[in-house]
């Protein structure tokens, strides 16, 4: 197992990658911790992992929240002795309207989730890390903080300020043997059964949508001994999204049974 006996909080664990990340961590032997604002599909999470044989703690958590965020960190420290992973997930999605028209309070809720809280679970993440002189952080942004969807600003922003603040973590962490990388998903298939099969994306140069397990296997990849000499990078999980040069250039793919 690539995780035996590791400690890891996952944010926004309950749903979508979230719940995949956690379902792959616990299979490798981490005992994890499931961050949601939403009790409901914690509960669900975590009764799942438990049924299937792994050990995890759900604490329902806003993650925009400082005091919640530290009582996170502190209750994951009482409940298993410390705390190894950190895998800053949770975030808020979709269209939040046009520049000429998006109020001041959307882009603040955004940029609270989806930037300013990853920065406070960092923070406090590593503060314990740092004690213990090693720890693993991973920052899950997106493609859309390389190309932005239009009348996505606030989330477009959060996310490539993700980049950025995965290279300036890593560079102030290293010296206390704490790794910090990011994962920017492409088109990620949520909110289905474990089993069902990847639907189609014309976006992504695979021409399918990706599954949950694959980004949660390149952050077991990254965070385990596999990935030991891995920091402030950013490995792109999108099924050839950014280089599908069919989309760009409005070009037919080629049929390979014609």
Same mark, same amino acid.
């Given at each position: 197992?690539?995780?035996?006996?590791k400690?890891a909080?996952? @944010?926004?664990? =309950?749903?979508g /990658?979230?719940?995949?990340?956690?379902?792959? +961590?616990a299979?490798? =032997?981490?005992? &994890? &911790?499931?961050?949601?604002?939403?009790?409901?599909?914690?509960?669900? @999470?975590r009764?799942?992992?438990?049924?299937?044989? *792994?050990?995890?703690? +759900?604490?329902? %958590?806003?993650?925009?929240?400082?005091?919640?965020?530290d009582?996170? $960190?502190?209750?994951?420290?009482?409940? +298993? *002795?410390g705390?190894? $992973?950190?895998?800053?997930?949770? *975030?808020?999605?979709?269209?939040?309207g046009? /520049?000429?028209?998006?109020p001041?309070e @959307?882009?603040d809720?955004?940029?609270?989730?989806?930037q300013?809280?990853?920065?406070?679970?960092a923070?406090?993440?590593a503060?314990?890390?740092a004690?213990?002189?090693? *720890?693993? /952080?991973?920052? /899950?942004?997106? &493609?859309n903080?390389?190309v !932005?969807?239009?009348?996505c600003?606030?989330y477009g922003?959060?996310?490539?300020?993700?980049?950025?603040?995965?290279k300036?973590?890593?560079?102030?962490?290293?010296?206390?043997? $704490?790794?910090?990388n990011c994962?920017? !998903?492409?088109?990620?298939?949520?909110?289905?059964?474990?089993?069902?099969? !990847?639907?189609?994306?014309a976006?992504?140069?695979?021409?399918?949508s990706?599954?949950?397990?694959? &980004?949660?296997?390149?952050?077991? +990849?990254?965070?385990?001994?596999?990935?030991?000499?891995? @920091?402030?990078?950013?490995?792109?999980?999108?099924?050839? %999204?950014?280089?599908?040069?069919?989309?760009?250039?409005?070009?037919?793919?080629p049929d390979?049974?014609?």
């Amino acid at each position: 197992m690539l995780l035996q006996d590791k400690v890891a909080v996952v @944010t926004g664990g =309950g749903r979508g /990658i979230g719940r995949g990340i956690i379902k792959r +961590f616990a299979r490798e =032997g981490a005992r &994890v &911790v499931l961050a949601q604002r939403d009790p409901e599909s914690g509960e669900r @999470t975590r009764r799942e992992v438990e049924e299937a044989g *792994g050990t995890a703690l +759900f604490i329902q %958590t806003d993650v925009a929240q400082r005091e919640q965020v530290d009582r996170l $960190i502190e209750q994951t420290v009482e409940h +298993f *002795g410390g705390l190894d $992973i950190m895998i800053n997930n949770a *975030g808020i999605t979709g269209i939040s309207g046009h /520049i000429l028209e998006m109020p001041q309070e @959307t882009w603040d809720r955004i940029i609270a989730v989806n930037q300013t809280a990853v920065f406070m679970c960092a923070q406090a993440a590593a503060r314990v890390m740092a004690k213990a002189g090693h *720890g693993n /952080i991973i920052n /899950i942004s997106s &493609v859309n903080g390389f190309v !932005p969807q239009p009348g996505c600003c606030a989330y477009g922003a959060a996310k490539g300020a993700l980049e950025t603040m995965t290279k300036s973590m890593a560079a102030d962490l290293a010296p206390y043997h $704490i790794r910090v990388n990011c994962i920017a !998903p492409g088109p990620i298939q949520v909110d289905q059964p474990d089993d069902a099969p !990847p639907g189609p994306a014309a976006m992504a140069l695979l021409g399918r949508s990706g599954l949950p397990a694959e &980004v949660a296997a390149a952050a077991a +990849f990254l965070v385990s001994q596999e990935g030991s000499y891995i @920091t402030g990078q950013t490995l792109v999980v999108d099924g050839g %999204t950014l280089v599908n040069a069919y989309n760009i250039y409005n070009t037919e793919r080629p049929d390979p049974k014609a």
